[in-house]
Each structure stands twice: as C-alpha cells, then as structure tokens.
C-alpha cells in the first residue's frame, strides 16, 4: 500500500504569495535619518567636565579605552542590534568606520534586512499590525531573493572572494550599485577594508519565510562568519567591544567567541566590553559585561541620542 510523500517544507514555501518590496508601506525612511557634523571645538572640555561618578565614570572610561585601542592599533568593534540602522544611524556607524575608529561590525540578520532595504529602496520596517492579518508580512521579494543571494555567495564565494554573510551582502550591494549603496554599513565596510559578519537565528527573520532560502547556505555562511569573529576575538586584548542594541544573538555569539579565545590560550585581561542599550538586558549585562574578561560598562540611553554623543566624544579624545 503506498501513500502519498510529504512535501519537504522547502517545497511548501514555494508556493507563498510575494509582493514587489515598493509596493510595501515602510515605517522609516532616509528623510528620517541622523547627519554627521563635523567634531566641534573644545568637545573635549565638555566630555572632562562630565561628573565622575555612575554613567559620567562609564562614560569617560569608554571613550579612553576606545581612543586608547586605536593609538595602538587594536580593534574596536561595534556589534548592532536591528533597531541601531532602524533609527537612522547608519551614516553615524560608516562615519565612525570611515574615520578609523570602528574597525570591524556585526550584525544579526535582522540588521541585514534594514540595511539592504534602505540601500535598495531607500525606506525600511514594516507595519506589522497591518501585515500580518493579510498574510504579507515579511513576504517582499526582493528581500528575501537579495539575502538568500548574499547566503548564497557567502556559502560558496568565488574565487579570491573570503567565505561569509556579512562580507556577500555587502559585495553584492556595491555591486549592484544599489541606490542606497552609501547608507549600507556591509558595503562600506567592504570598501573600506574593514571586518563585516552577519549573524542569524534560523527561523527569526522574515526571509527564512521565502521560497528561496536554502538552509546549507544559510547555514555555511552564518557558520564562517561565527569563526571570523572567533579570530576577532582573540585579537581584542587592549581592544573594545561594544553591544548596541542587540539583546540575544550578538552576547550570544560573543560569549562563545571568548570562551574559543581563552581555551586557545589567548589573554583578554586588558580586553574593554561596554553595552549600550535604552535598556538593561539580561543577556547583554551578562554576556557582554560581566562574565568576560577585562572591564566591563554598561550606558543606558537611546541609540539615537547616545551615539552622535559617543560619536562626538571619541572624535574630539582621538584628535587631541
């Protein structure tokens, strides 16, 4: 007696309904989006004067350590939660990575999703509540075809190309020559030279829902980019990392990255880890803060206030 297959869940998705990205109502667009002034004169004065005590101490020790790494060439890396190029931030992170100051950046894939979105449209977030009772959320085309592209090519790289997530999406965008290009932070890092990975959480994201996501490359690239910040890691004794707005995946993905780094016998002890974030997570205050090596700090504030600040107070440190 034979009875009928059960379709692979693959296949399933292959029958979903996709809609073009432009047709998509989007909660923010490049309008909304911060500028970078240039430092201004005697922000120093101002970063001094702050009190020495609580987020003024944290504060200060933040920016003397990130200044401190990169008089001495160790790397400040910046790992971002989604909600970083949500609020517009973008031009501040590539401002910072063009500068010299950031020296490498992480994503979740979440973050991915906004960043090609705002290259590729010029507008990001959709309305959820109004998505998803009419079966569309997280179901634009082009989204999910760009991503499982850059899984794609991160998987299987050609040739002279590294293997990794966050290094394909960006590729891809410059050379698409996407509208946005110069708001993608995996795009300037790409051009830059700089360290770009991309982190996912299988399931999460709206593009695991499209026909053309492909597990093994999904999975090979996110694996390679794992290992590009296990090496990272071993290299930040004297160097900074600092959690913006991510509260899982990135401590996550950090800890375990530590943990590779001291069983390989590496010291961390002068390593700098600092979380920003509106507010305390325990993932986050514990992964990134507490159980590392090395000083630990946490600031509380918007991302969308804190980091021009940051921004401002590390650009004036580093030019006197």
Partial sequence: ???????????????????????????????????????LPGFAGFVDALPDIYAGTHFKQLIERVVTARRNHKPVV????????????????????????????????????????IATVGRTSERVDTQLPKGEFGFAAETGEAIAAAAHRGAHPPEGETVGFGRALGRNLLDAKAPNVHLSVPAAAVRLG???TCHVSV???????????????????????????CKLVTELDGGVWINVGCAVILPEIFLKAVSVAIN??????????????????YRAETNVVRRPPGLGLTLVGQH????????????AKLAC
């Fill in 264 to 281: 390989l016998g590496h010291d961390l002890s002068q390593m700098t880890t600092a979380n920003l974030d509106m507010i305390r997570q």
């Fill in 194 to 196: 700089l360290g770009v």
């Fill in 1 to 39: 007696m034979s009875s009928t297959p059960t379709p692979h869940p693959f296949e399933a998705m292959k029958g979903v309904h996709l809609y073009p990205l432009a047709e998509r109502e989007s909660l923010v667009t490049t309008q909304d989006f911060c500028q970078v002034p240039d430092p």
């Fill in 78 to 117: 910046m790992a971002m939660g989604a909600h970083v190029l949500k609020v517009g931030l973008a031009p501040l992170v590539i401002d910072l990575m063009e500068r010299g100051v950031v020296t490498d950046v992480a994503l979740n894939s979440a973050g991915a999703i906004h960043d090609f979105e």
């Fill in 304 to 315: 969308e206030l804190l980091l021009p600040l940051f921004r401002m107070a590390a650009l």
């Fill in 203 to 229: 399931g999460a994201d709206i593009v695991h829902m499209h026909p053309a996501c492909d597990g093994a490359d999904l999975g090979a690239a996110a694996l390679a980019d794992f290992q590009h910040v």
